[in-house]
């Protein structure tokens, strides 16, 4: 999966859905930062960096729990 991507896409529906009505979809948000906290897991046991990764989530955090 490219989480690149999939972060970009979440960002900017949690945009335009607030644009448009002044709210935010939590579950979606807390969703993806489940998904990425997964991809974060499976990179752990495999011994693979996950610092883009844990950025990618900090990001998603940011927008639900601080700027929305």
């Known amino acids: 999966m490219d989480y690149n991507r999939f972060t970009i896409d979440l960002i900017k529906s949690s945009f335009t ?3 448009a009505t ?3 979809n939590d579950t979606e ?4 930062i489940s998904e990425i906290s997964k991809a ?3 990179a752990l046991i495999s011994n693979e960096n996950t610092t883009a990764l844990e950025s990618l989530k900090n990001d998603l955090q940011y927008i639900r729990y601080e700027l929305l």
């Not at 948000?29 to 993806?32: I, M």
Request: hydrophobic share 30%; net charge negative; proline share 0%.
């Open 17 to 19: 859905q607030y644009a």
């Open 22 to 24: 002044g709210t935010i």
């Open 29 to 32: 948000l807390d969703n993806g």
């Open 40 to 42: 974060i897991d499976k």
